[in-house]
């Protein structure tokens, strides 16, 4: 036997999680530099261009701020979902649909003015990502079928509905055959703010993530939320409408993936291609649970892992790294800093007195 | 419709449906332990790769279904470490690994892309293959295949007849009483995360050294969710995961088929249909409530005895 006992916290570990967190990222990097060796890379060579790449210009920051908008917009709608102990794992797919929702407004409406079409855009792509949350929800709560399947399913459902449009009925004649829609009309785009690199996108961000915070921490539909993730079956004894709040939490969430969806069909690419689904969905839950599922957190560890893809760009281009290596670097940190809670819940304590 | 179609339709559904079968009788014999794994899909892809270049390098396929088999219980082993040994969430912790092993899968393989392995070909078993129709059907594939047919009989017979897998399923079902009558609960678990582990990589060299030959990206395609999903069709009962695999090899076949043979259908609708089928499975199940086996500690993580 160890001469060490566990026992359980009485309080959850406060700012002395920070290290915790700081240890497991430390730990995921030296494992991703050992995973750099076996491939043939020097991993000191690796991880400076991996922070040189993600840190080290101003277009490095620009890029990773522009990548940082969808993924927060998608996180905040996971961590809403988590917060309810609901698992929607489905994220990737609504953002799709809310790319598809709003490309079909812009290629509708190619006259209208901004005033009118972006609106538009915007509602259409949260009412596609909305429903496209809210199915899962009636067949949990009707059914009791299982979330993290159903919503994972629709992701691959619909990257393949994106994809029919785009390679079909949507296809630019213009295109020499690439599967990708028509430029949007100047109207339907969001652009940079005043002379910036930086785009409108971002002061989305802002007003949509205080109003979650306010949302999930001022009015009784939010404190609900928190009461019945923490409980469920002592939400529904006080009365708390769970199956309708559990709806309601999943077509934000949805709402939210598809606002992100139309922030990077309108301001990033200008138009609708398959190339805009690059895991933003997946990355999301990391972002979610990392930053444990606060809204502020949300905003760094979004920035963080975005970075962390740009910094993947610049180890592709450099050294010839694929593009993958950013999956095993994101699993990596969620493997460890999952594993660094168990510090947060428990202390270590000599054991006294004889050894058995 | 005639059986020159009719046949080798089934016989295809049969072995398109193996690697699933092999993933979800892992994902059974996991969760019945109480431990539910989501890393399916990253630890298949990692058989796969690992099966694949075991393969290339040494020649040698039935090694190379070994290694993959291995290669699948280490992987799933990280799962048991954050769940069993750090307490983290099960759910998140399999995400993560689905995440990690496609990303290991695709970084290790890139270079091995459209590459050939040597693998395993059709091996006609005698007398049974001229069987009509059963036999074509059922006999007339390759060894991998042939493994799928005791495989479920073992499970059930551990299972239902042995005092080991009454534990394991005991660990699953009140870890706590399972605890009080002197069983190491802990020790299951690991045993249910290993062994299943082991059945998925095995699902995932299937592909890549039965069904295709060669090595590409996103080998699995979600078959490891679909895996997930065809546990809660199969009540956790290894017989009837039989069944939904083969259902889901019959739609991936057919689905080929109608490619193949220039329909006016387009390939995303078509590509769509797995998918579109495991959230109807699902739904199935939940409305048609029949007597499930589903462990009652199913994700809960044992605390650590102070």
């Not at chain 2, 073992?154 to 002197?182: D, H």
């Amino acid at each position: 036997m160890l001469p060490i006992r566990i026992v359980k916290r009485q309080e959850p570990l406060g700012w002395s999680s920070c290290f915790v967190l700081m240890g497991a990222i430390i730990l995921s990097l030296l494992l991703s530099g050992f995973l750099l060796l076996i491939g043939g890379t020097s991993p000191v060579d690796g991880i400076i261009v991996l922070f040189k790449g993600a840190f080290g210009s101003q277009f490095a920051f620009e890029d990773a701020l522009l990548k940082a908008t969808p993924i927060f917009l998608c996180s905040l709608g996971v961590a809403i979902a988590f917060r309810l102990q609901v698992w929607n794992i489905g994220a990737e797919g609504q953002f799709a649909l809310g790319a598809v929702g709003a490309t079909w407004m812009a290629l509708s409406f190619p006259d209208a003015p901004a005033y009118l079409i972006l609106p538009a855009m915007i509602a259409m792509a949260a009412v596609a990502g909305g429903i496209w949350g809210l199915i899962p929800a009636i067949l949990r709560q009707k059914l009791k079928t299982n979330e993290i399947i159903v919503t994972l399913m629709m992701n691959y459902i619909a990257i393949l509905i994106l994809d029919y449009l785009v390679y079909g009925i949507w296809k630019d004649p213009a295109s020499f055959g690439f599967p990708m829609t028509s430029e949007f009309s100047n109207a339907a785009i969001v652009g940079k703010i005043g002379n910036s690199n930086f785009s409108w996108g971002l002061l989305h961000c802002a007003v949509l993530g205080t109003c979650l915070w306010v949302f999930l921490g001022f009015t009784r539909i939010g404190f609900e939320i928190k009461a019945a993730g923490d409980n469920v079956r002592a939400a529904r004894y006080a009365g708390i409408p769970y199956d309708r709040l559990v709806m309601l939490v999943m077509i934000i969430s949805g709402a939210l993936a598809g606002w992100a969806g139309f922030l990077e069909a309108s301001s990033t690419v200008n138009r609708l291609q398959p190339s805009i689904m690059s895991g933003y969905g997946y990355t999301a839950i990391v972002v979610a649970w990392l930053a444990r599922l606060n809204p502020f957190f949300i905003g760094i560890a979004a920035f963080m892992l975005a970075a962390l893809r740009v910094g993947v760009e610049a180890l592709q281009l450099d050294l010839q790294i694929p593009a993958a290596f950013g999956g095993i670097i994101e699993g990596l940190i969620l493997l460890t800093v999952l594993a660094g809670g168990l510090f947060s819940q428990y202390r270590f304590v000599l054991r006294r007195g004889k050894r058995e | 419709m005639n059986s020159d179609i009719i046949i080798p339709l089934l016989a295809a559904a049969v072995q398109s449906g193996t690697p699933i079968l092999y993933a979800t009788l892992g994902e059974i014999f996991t969760e019945r332990s109480g431990i539910l794994n989501l890393g399916v899909e990253g630890i298949m892809i990692t058989g796969a790769l690992s099966g694949f270049l075991v393969a290339y390098f040494t020649g040698n396929p039935m090694l190379a279904f070994v290694i993959a088999g291995i290669a699948g219980s280490c992987a799933a082993s990280i799962h048991g470490l954050v769940c069993l040994v750090f307490q983290g969430n099960q759910v998140v912790s399999g995400l993560a690994l689905t995440i990690l092993g496609l990303g290991f899968a695709d970084y290790f393989g890139t270079p091995f892309i459209g590459m050939s392995a040597p693998g395993f070909s059709t091996l006609e078993v005698p007398l049974l293959s001229a069987i009509p129709v059963v036999g074509p059907i059922f006999f007339n594939q390759d060894l991998l295949v042939y493994f799928t047919y005791f495989i479920p009989v073992l499970m059930w017979f551990f299972f239902y007849y042995t005092r080991y897998g009454l534990s394991l399923r005991a660990a699953g079902e009140y870890p706590a009483a399972a605890t009080a009558a002197g069983l190491n609960v802990v020790a299951y678990r690991w045993l249910g995360v290993l062994v299943g582990g082991f059945s998925m990589g095995l699902g995932g060299a299937y592909l890549s050294l039965a069904y295709t030959h060669l090595w590409t990206n996103n080998l699995t395609a979600g078959r490891g969710w679909i895996a997930v999903a065809l546990v809660i069709f199969a009540f956790w009962k290894p017989g009837r995961a039989v069944f939904g695999a083969y259902l889901f090899g019959g739609i991936m076949a057919m689905q080929l088929r109608l490619q193949a043979s220039g329909t006016q259908i387009p390939s995303s609708l078509l590509l769509m249909l797995p998918y579109a089928l495991t959230v109807g499975v699902l739904v199935f199940s939940s409305w048609w409530r029949g007597k499930t086996d589903e462990p009652a500690a199913l994700g809960v993580n044992i605390e650590p005895a102070e």
